[in-house]
């Protein structure tokens, strides 16, 4: 419909769409947020298996590292982000004091939040930094429910670690591996509490997502159908990852 707020509302078809995929700001924000997931994602499986790694291994102080791993994770967002904004800030950056004032590293302060680039790297940084504990931990679990007899069985085959874990612990712990990237990648398509408090889509939109796209088109600037419009424009996406997951640890399960 054509609804915006305080007038009535008319059926119009397809024309939300067809007026959505002629805007500049619908396009990049269909790059950006393809941008930040893909980077995000990938990050955070490989961190979150780095780290399954090292926490399966014993070590002095074991336990404690596992509960404080999890504070990024289980920290509240605003909290969270109002530090990392801090951070970031274009004239009081704690890092920025560091690398350009203390150590003379730099010349100039990075432009965290105030360059496109930057301001997307920094995006996708503290994303990162709250996805690797949940990664993490949950791979962790799943290394751990792998049978060991197995897993000597190969050392003695004469396998070292990298192998045995490739060729072993990996396969076996996929379908788990499936469904946490399905979480993550629905959670970072929808992610909205973050671009809105570190950068609110800028500079110049180069961090509008999706569900901050359709925030301001809906409350912001009161075109609530244009809104909607730009949300379920994701339905179609989730549900083919949701499809292509369920196969594919299906087809694991039967190997």
Do not use: C
């Not at 008319?10 to 941008?35: A, C, E, K, P, Q």
């Not at 994701?234 to 549900?239: E, K, R, S, Y």
């Amino acid at each position: 419909t054509d609804k915006q707020i305080g007038a009535p509302a008319t059926f119009t078809g397809l024309d939300n769409y067809i007026r959505l995929f002629r805007t500049n700001l619908f396009m990049r924000t269909v790059i950006n947020s393809l941008v930040y997931t893909s980077f995000a994602l990938v990050f955070k499986f490989a961190g979150g298996l780095l780290l399954a790694v090292m926490l399966n291994r014993p070590f002095i102080g074991q336990r404690l590292v596992r509960a404080m791993l999890l504070l990024p994770w289980i920290m509240p967002t605003v909290f969270s982000t109002m530090i990392w904004s801090w951070i970031f800030h274009p004239t009081f950056s704690i890092v920025n004091e560091i690398l350009v004032v203390k150590l003379g590293l730099l010349a100039e302060p990075i432009p965290f939040l105030r360059d496109e680039t930057w301001a997307m790297a920094s995006l996708i940084f503290v994303n990162v930094w709250r996805g690797v504990p949940f990664f993490g931990i949950t791979f962790l679990a799943a290394i751990q429910s792998v049978p060991t007899e197995m897993i000597e069985a190969s050392k003695i085959d004469g396998a070292s670690r990298w192998v045995s874990f490739w060729k072993i612990t990996f396969p076996m712990i996929l379908p788990v591996v499936v469904i946490v990237v399905l979480i993550s990648t629905i959670a970072t398509l929808g992610d909205f509490d973050l671009p809105f408090l570190l950068t609110n889509g800028g500079p110049n939109d180069a961090t509008t997502l999706f569900a901050l796209t359709a925030y301001t088109l809906s409350l912001s600037s009161g075109m609530i159908g244009l809104g909607a419009a730009v949300t379920t424009t994701m339905f179609p996406v989730l549900v083919l990852l949701v499809i292509g997951s369920l196969l594919s640890v299906r087809r694991q399960q039967q190997f």
